[in-house]
C-alpha cells in the first residue's frame, strides 16, 4: 500500500471551550519511528487517541493506514497495536494466559511464549497480572501491542516506570521492529534522550500545534543554534547569543589584543533547549534561533 502512514491537516480538538489542538498537521512515512513529545497537556494523548479511532475530532482531516479513524472498521482496527497510557487491568489473568487469549483475536499472531522471552517475561508466565512490578506490567503492555503484528505501533509513554536496563532493552526491541519488520511506531515521550535513540523524527507539540519538527540531529543543530557567549569590557558585563560561539571569541580575542576578560561560553544542552521551548514559546523558523 502506498500513501504515508499517518497524515493529519488542520487537525483540531476542542473540549468544552478549550481548544487543544488547534491545527495539527503531520505526516509520518510507513516504517518510520516517530516521536511526539511537548509538555503535560500539549495534547500527546489527545492526538494519537484521535488517530487511533478512540476519540472524535472537532476538526480537520486525518487518513492513518489509507482510512477516516472516524469511519475505518475492525479491519483497520486490526492492523494497530496500541499500548496506552493507562491500559485497564486485568489482575486476576495469568500473564501467559492473557497474551494467548489476546493473540486468539488476530489472523496471524506471534508466539505468546517467544513474546514473553524477548520482553523478559518468561519467569512471569504463570504469575497474575496484578503481582507484576509496574516496569514489569507494562513491558506486558507492549507485549499485548505488538502481539497480532501489527502494521502501526501507538505506544504512549512506554517507558515510564521502566528501571534503566529495561528501558535499554526496550529501545532494542523497538529498534528491532522497525528495522526488522518494516512496523511504523508514533511513540510520545517526556524522555529527549528516549527520543533521539530511538525516533526517525521528532515533533514537539507546544500550544496545540506542531511548533517544530525533524531528525534528532536537524533538530539538536536547529536549537542549539543560539550559544550564549559573556564578557566584561569597559568594566560592564557584556552578553551576545549566536550560533558560532568560536568565531565571536576570534573577534573579541582581536579586539581585546589578547585574553577576553570574563569570557564565558555556554551551549544549551537540547534537554534546556528543550525546555525552553516548551515553556517560553518556540520561533517557528530556525533563521530566528540563529539570530
Ligand atoms: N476527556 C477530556 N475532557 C476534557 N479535557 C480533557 C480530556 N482529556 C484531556 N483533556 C485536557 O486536554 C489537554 C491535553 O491533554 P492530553 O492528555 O492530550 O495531553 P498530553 O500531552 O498527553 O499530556 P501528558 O504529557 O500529561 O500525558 C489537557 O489540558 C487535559 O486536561
Known amino acids: 500500500?502506498?500513501?504515508?502512514?499517518?497524515?493529519?491537516?488542520?487537525?483540531?480538538?476542542?473540549?468544552?471551550?478549550?481548544?487543544?489542538?488547534?491545527?495539527?498537521?503531520?505526516?509520518?512515512?510507513?516504517?518510520?519511528?516517530?516521536?511526539?513529545?511537548?509538555?503535560?497537556?500539549?495534547?500527546?494523548?489527545?492526538?494519537?487517541?484521535?488517530l487511533e479511532g478512540f476519540r472524535r475530532r472537532s476538526g480537520g482531516e486525518v487518513t492513518v493506514l489509507g482510512a477516516d479513524p472516524k469511519r475505518a472498521g475492525e479491519r483497520w482496527r486490526g492492523r494497530l497495536g496500541i499500548v496506552l497510557q493507562d491500559w485497564r487491568d486485568h489482575p486476576r489473568w495469568g500473564v501467559r494466559q492473557l497474551l494467548a487469549h489476546m493473540a486468539g483475536f488476530y489472523p496471524d499472531p506471534r508466539d505468546p511464549d517467544e513474546l514473553l522471552e524477548?520482553?523478559?517475561?518468561?519467569?512471569?508466565?504463570?504469575?497474575?497480572?496484578?503481582?507484576?512490578?509496574?516496569?514489569?506490567?507494562?513491558?506486558?503492555?507492549?507485549?499485548l501491542g505488538i502481539v497480532g503484528r501489527p502494521e502501526l505501533l501507538f505506544l504512549d509513554e512506554p517507558t515510564a516506570g521502566f528501571d534503566p536496563?529495561?528501558?535499554?532493552?526496550?529501545?532494542?526491541?523497538?529498534?528491532?521492529?522497525?528495522?526488522?519488520?518494516?512496523?511504523?511506531?508514533?511513540?510520545?515521550?517526556h524522555d529527549l534522550a528516549e527520543a533521539e535513540r530511538l525516533a526517525d523524527r521528532i515533533a514537539i507539540l507546544v500550544g496545540g500545534a506542531v511548533a517544530v519538527c525533524g531528525t534528532p540531529a536537524g533538530l539538536a543543530d536547529r536549537v542549539r543554534a543560539g550559544s550564549w557567549v559573556r564578557w566584561i569590557e569597559d568594566g560592564t558585563e557584556r552578553a551576545a547569543t549566536t550560533p558560532d560561539p568560536s568565531l565571536l571569541a576570534w573577534e573579541l580575542h582581536q579586539r581585546f589584543g589578547g585574553p577576553v576578560p570574563g569570557l564565558e561560553i555556554r551551549r544549551p544542552s537540547l534537554e534546556e533547549t528543550y525546555l525552553g521551548l516548551t515553556?517560553?514559546?518556540?520561533?517557528?523558523?530556525?533563521e530566528r534561533t540563529a539570530a
Open 1 to 50: 500500500m502506498t500513501g504515508p502512514a499517518i497524515r493529519t491537516r488542520g487537525l483540531r480538538m476542542r473540549y468544552g471551550r478549550t481548544e487543544v489542538l488547534r491545527g495539527v498537521d503531520l505526516e509520518i512515512a510507513r516504517g518510520e519511528v516517530f516521536a511526539l513529545l511537548g509538555p503535560n497537556g500539549a495534547g500527546k494523548t489527545t492526538t494519537i487517541e484521535i
Open 118 to 143: 524477548t520482553m523478559g517475561l518468561t519467569a512471569q508466565a504463570g504469575q497474575t497480572v496484578g503481582r507484576l512490578s509496574g516496569g514489569q506490567r507494562r513491558r506486558l503492555d507492549v507485549a
Open 165 to 189: 536496563r529495561a528501558r535499554h532493552e526496550f529501545h532494542g526491541l523497538i529498534g528491532g521492529l522497525a528495522r526488522d519488520e518494516g512496523m511504523t511506531i508514533l511513540l510520545t515521550t
Open 279 to 286: 515553556t517560553a514559546g518556540v520561533p517557528t523558523e530556525p
